[in-house]
């Protein structure tokens, strides 16, 4: 689809009044019918209305494909399996990136400019000393992801396709150090560099989990399993995060800021943290036999209990990566033999929903999650570093998403309309005339004797608390209003 592209379609929408508007209908290259309604506000004043976005195409892509109904994903035309299964992070990243799955040159080269910016600047280290040390990882990653833009904004023009190149490269290379970094922060232990002589996953792991006082041993059957992961969560068409993103840069911001922007909205449950859910539904079963109680009651409509891993919404058939990280997530359990209750109740539950009709019949099969949550468990990984995982593979996708973004010909500002349910124009009613009580029942104006900042968190009103209290007076509640600019 392009902008200037003839359409060879149109479909008319009738309106109630009898007004009728012809919208071109467009196809893409899987077949799949849009109707183009950009012109429709404009020329009618009418808007459609779509929450979420689910009938929605906020853009044109070319980077990742997903066919729900026979569960199909596709990175740059490539099936996932199969890049996942031939290739390594290497060559995801220079297919999503640059369009195209490197030669030997070009590997060689890209493998370069990545270990080039695989550091940071000292300085930005010094972000790390100002968390606490139960900070969350990935509210450390907002803040360090954001403070690249500081450390590279000057001169950039994302209209330029070699600095677009630059940021991506940066990003590529610099994610898994923060990664670490922040695992590091939030563990209290000294920050491990980076090393040349290691691949994208097992620099990693021995950023995460080497100590300055003994060796630290990778093993390749671990390194590859986290590889597989991050390949298989690199991109997944318009999601929250990848929309996020987008959204940002559409506004032309610092593209590590728009990066940092798809962090925050993958930290979210709704969205990346779907595999932490299934641990915690793990911890919740208990043991192997509870497993058919729990089953039941998730078969039970009227049961809020719910198994967590099992079915995607994008994906009618199986999720194509679930069967690559299934055979994974197997041969790591069976390399490292490792004894863990938790991990013998995950696969005595995937038996059993493997084996059992109600979940058959729905195509209820445990997906990605469900598989790199248990991994994770098994590498080490705790927990509260699940979506920061989550965040370096996707990562390549987002500043691929954004580098797309950045390049078309056409700037355009995302700015959704909104279908207002509001009081409509009143006139403003001075004070006096409100009601509600005298100015001597113990509530004070801000300037006034009566309120005051103790020090304590939310305990005055220069701290943006919630709540004012005055001994032996009114508990005061202040709600503070956020007005959207457009």
Same mark, same amino acid.
């Given at each position: 689809?392009?902008?200037?592209?003839?359409?060879?379609?149109?479909?008319?929408?009738?309106?109630?009044?009898?007004?009728?508007?012809?919208?071109?209908?467009?196809?893409?290259?899987?077949?799949?019918?849009?109707?183009?309604?950009?012109?429709?506000?404009?020329?009618?004043?009418?808007?459609?209305?779509?929450?979420? #976005?689910?009938?929605?195409?906020?853009?044109?892509?070319?980077?990742?494909?997903?066919?729900?109904?026979?569960?199909?994903?596709? @990175?740059?035309?490539?099936?996932?399996?199969?890049?996942?299964?031939?290739?390594?992070?290497?060559?995801?990243?220079?297919?999503?990136?640059?369009?195209?799955?490197?030669?030997?040159?070009?590997?060689?080269?890209?493998?370069?400019?990545?270990?080039?910016?695989?550091?940071?600047?000292?300085?930005?280290?010094?972000?790390?000393?100002?968390?606490?040390?139960?900070?969350?990882?990935?509210?450390?990653?907002?803040?360090?992801?954001?403070?690249?833009?500081?450390?590279?904004?000057? +001169?950039?023009?994302?209209?330029?396709?070699?600095?677009?190149? =630059?940021?991506?490269?940066?990003?590529?290379? =610099?994610?898994?150090?923060?990664?670490?970094?922040?695992?590091?922060?939030?563990?209290?232990?000294?920050?491990?560099?980076?090393?040349?002589?290691?691949?994208?996953?097992?620099? #990693?792991?021995?950023?995460?989990?080497?100590?300055?006082?003994?060796?630290?041993?990778?093993?390749?059957?671990?390194?590859? &399993?986290?590889?597989?992961?991050?390949?298989?969560?690199?991109?997944?068409?318009?999601?929250?995060?990848?929309?996020?993103?987008?959204?940002?840069?559409?506004?032309?911001?610092?593209?590590?800021?728009?990066?940092?922007? +798809?962090?925050?909205?993958?930290?979210?449950?709704?969205?990346?943290?779907?595999?932490?859910?299934?641990?915690?539904?793990?911890?919740?079963?208990?043991?192997?036999?509870?497993?058919?109680? &729990?089953?039941?009651?998730?078969?039970? =409509?009227?049961?809020?209990?719910?198994?967590?891993?099992? /079915?995607?919404?994008?994906?009618?058939?199986?999720?194509?990566?679930?069967?690559?990280?299934?055979?994974?997530?197997? =041969?790591?359990?069976?390399?490292?033999?490792?004894?863990?209750?938790?991990?013998?109740?995950?696969?005595?539950?995937?038996?059993?929903?493997?084996?059992?009709?109600?979940?058959?019949?729905?195509?209820? @099969?445990?997906?990605?999650?469900? @598989?790199?949550?248990?991994?994770?468990?098994?590498?080490?990984?705790?927990?509260?570093?699940?979506?920061?995982?989550?965040?370096?593979?996707?990562?390549?996708?987002?500043?691929?998403?954004?580098?797309?973004?950045?390049?078309?010909?056409?700037?355009?500002?995302?700015?959704?309309?909104?279908?207002?349910?509001?009081?409509?124009?009143?006139?403003?009613?001075?004070?006096?005339?409100?009601?509600?009580?005298?100015?001597?029942?113990?509530?004070?104006?801000?300037?006034?004797?009566?309120?005051?900042?103790?020090?304590?968190?939310?305990?005055?009103? /220069?701290?943006?608390?919630?709540?004012?209290?005055?001994? +032996?007076?009114?508990?005061?509640?202040?709600?503070?209003?956020?007005?959207?600019?457009?």
């Amino acid at each position: 689809m392009t902008d200037g592209a003839p359409p060879c379609e149109a479909a008319t929408i009738t309106f109630p009044d009898g007004r009728t508007v012809k919208v071109p209908v467009l196809h893409d290259a899987a077949g799949a019918t849009f109707l183009d309604v950009r012109r429709l506000f404009p020329d009618t004043g009418v808007c459609t209305f779509d929450p979420g #976005f689910n009938s929605t195409a906020s853009c044109a892509s070319t980077i990742t494909f997903i066919d729900g109904q026979n569960g199909r994903l596709l @990175y740059r035309g490539y099936p996932i399996e199969d890049l996942a299964e031939h290739g390594d992070m290497v060559d995801c990243a220079h297919l999503l990136l640059r369009g195209s799955l490197p030669t030997r040159a070009q590997r060689l080269a890209f493998i370069g400019e990545a270990r080039n910016h695989r550091l940071v600047h000292e300085n930005l280290i010094r972000f790390f000393h100002g968390f606490n040390h139960d900070a969350h990882p990935m509210a450390i990653m907002v803040g360090v992801v954001g403070a690249l833009s500081a450390f590279y904004n000057d +001169g950039m023009d994302i209209r330029d396709q070699a600095h677009r190149d =630059k940021a991506a490269i940066r990003v590529f290379g =610099k994610m898994t150090t923060l990664a670490a970094m922040a695992y590091k922060t939030a563990h209290g232990q000294p920050i491990v560099y980076p090393r040349d002589d290691l691949n994208f996953a097992e620099n #990693f792991l021995y950023m995460m989990f080497a100590l300055p006082t003994r060796p630290y041993a990778l093993d390749p059957v671990a390194a590859r &399993c986290l590889e597989v992961i991050l390949m298989l969560h690199a991109d997944h068409e318009q999601n929250a995060s990848t929309s996020t993103v987008r959204i940002a840069g559409s506004s032309q911001a610092n593209p590590f800021a728009c990066i940092a922007a +798809g962090v925050a909205s993958l930290w979210g449950p709704a969205h990346g943290g779907a595999n932490e859910a299934v641990l915690h539904m793990l911890e919740e079963i208990g043991s192997v036999e509870n497993i058919p109680a &729990c089953v039941a009651k998730a078969k039970d =409509k009227a049961d809020p209990f719910r198994l967590m891993g099992f /079915g995607h919404r994008l994906y009618k058939t199986t999720d194509p990566r679930a069967k690559l990280m299934r055979d994974m997530c197997h =041969k790591l359990l069976g390399h490292l033999k490792i004894e863990d209750p938790l991990l013998d109740l995950a696969m005595e539950l995937e038996r059993v929903a493997l084996s059992d009709e109600y979940f058959i019949k729905r195509k209820l @099969y445990p997906n990605v999650d469900f @598989y790199s949550g248990i991994c994770f468990r098994a590498l080490g990984i705790p927990v509260n570093m699940f979506t920061v995982v989550f965040a370096v593979g996707r990562s390549i996708g987002w500043i691929s998403q954004w580098s797309e973004m950045a390049a078309e010909s056409v700037e355009r500002i995302s700015r959704p309309r909104q279908m207002y349910e509001g009081e409509m124009e009143r006139r403003f009613v001075p004070l006096e005339e409100r009601g509600g009580g005298s100015d001597d029942d113990g509530a004070r104006e801000d300037g006034e004797e009566g309120a005051k900042d103790d020090g304590k968190e939310g305990g005055g009103i /220069g701290r943006g608390a919630g709540n004012v209290e005055a001994p +032996g007076k009114l508990l005061l509640e202040v709600h503070v209003a956020h007005v959207g600019h457009a």
